[in-house]
T-cell receptor
Framework: AQSVTQPDIHITVSEGASLELRCNYS??????LFWYVQSPGQGLQLLLK??????LVQGIKGFEAEFKRSQSSFNLRKPSVHWSDAAEYFC????????????FGQGTRLTINP | GAVVSQHPSRVICKSGTSVKIECRSL??????MFWYRQFPKKSLMLMAT?????????EQGVEKDKFLINHASLTLSTLTVTSAHPEDSSFYIC??????????FGPGTRLTVL
C-alpha cells in the first residue's frame, strides 16, 4: 500500500537558518513525488515535483528537494528561511504522472523564530 | 498557471440542512476533479474522484449518499453535503487535473455545522 511519512510534526527554525523537512514514502511502482505548502486557511500550492531525471529538483520560493531511491526519501530543503515560509508542508506521492489520486503525508508545521 | 476556485470559502449551516460547494477550473478544462477533506492539524484525505459526465468514484468509508458529487461540465464539480451534522464540519479542498495530469488545488471551503 502506498504511504507517506513525514516524521516531524512541528519544526521551529530561526529566520535565516537552513531547513530540511523529511519525507519517506512507500510505493510499489515508480513514484511521482510532490511537495506542497499550505498557509493557514488556504489551499495547497505546489512547491516542486519529481518524476524522473535529475534527482535534485528546484522549486519555487528557493526550495529544493532530493530524491533518494535507496532511502525512499524525498526531503525538502531551503538554505535560508524567511518569516514568510511559516506554513504547513505536505509531501505527497502519486502514480505515473500523478494521473490518479495522491497520498499525502501528515504534514510538517514550520514555525519561524525572528 | 492553472487556477481553481471554490465557492463559498466559508459556510455555516444548521444541523440537518444541505450545503453545496462548488469547484471550478477557471482557465482550463478538467475531465477529472478530486475532493479532499482535511481535519484540523491533519493531512488531506481523498474523498472521491469526480469524472465529467459519469458517476464519481468514492474512497472506502466515504458515504456516497451523504456526499453527493456532480461533475456536469469540464469546468465545474459540486460537492453537496446532505443532512449535515456537526461531525461533517471540516475543511474541504478540491483539485482539478489538467491535460498534463497535474493537479491544481482550490483554496478550500471551511464548513461549520452548528
Amino acid at each position: 500500500a502506498q504511504s507517506v511519512t513525514q516524521p516531524d510534526i512541528h519544526i521551529t527554525v530561526s529566520e535565516g537558518a537552513s531547513l530540511e523537512l523529511r519525507c519517506n514514502y512507500s510505493y510499489g511502482a515508480t513514484p511521482y513525488l510532490f511537495w506542497y505548502v499550505q498557509s493557514p486557511g488556504q489551499g495547497l500550492q505546489l512547491l516542486l515535483k519529481y518524476f524522473s531525471g535529475d534527482t535534485l529538483v528546484q522549486g519555487i520560493k528557493g526550495f529544493e528537494a532530493e530524491f533518494k531511491r535507496s532511502q525512499s526519501s524525498f526531503n525538502l530543503r531551503k538554505p535560508s528561511v524567511h518569516w514568510s515560509d511559516a506554513a504547513e508542508y505536505f509531501c505527497a506521492v502519486g502514480p505515473f504522472q500523478g494521473a490518479q489520486k495522491l497520498v499525502f503525508g501528515q504534514g510538517t508545521r514550520l514555525t519561524i523564530n525572528p | 498557471g492553472a487556477v481553481v476556485s471554490q465557492h463559498p470559502s466559508r459556510v455555516i449551516c444548521k444541523s440537518g440542512t444541505s450545503v453545496k460547494i462548488e469547484c471550478r477550473s477557471l482557465d482550463f478544462q478538467a475531465t477529472t476533479m478530486f475532493w479532499y477533506r482535511q481535519f484540523p492539524k491533519k493531512s488531506l484525505m481523498l474523498m472521491a474522484t469526480s469524472n465529467e459526465g459519469s458517476k464519481a468514484t468514492y474512497e472506502q468509508g466515504v458515504e456516497k449518499d451523504k456526499f453527493l458529487i456532480n461533475h456536469a461540465s469540464l469546468t465545474l464539480s459540486t460537492l453537496t453535503v446532505t443532512s449535515a451534522h456537526p461531525e461533517d464540519s471540516s475543511f474541504y479542498i478540491c483539485s482539478a487535473k489538467d491535460r498534463t495530469n497535474e493537479q491544481f488545488f482550490g483554496p478550500g471551503t471551511r464548513l461549520t455545522v452548528l
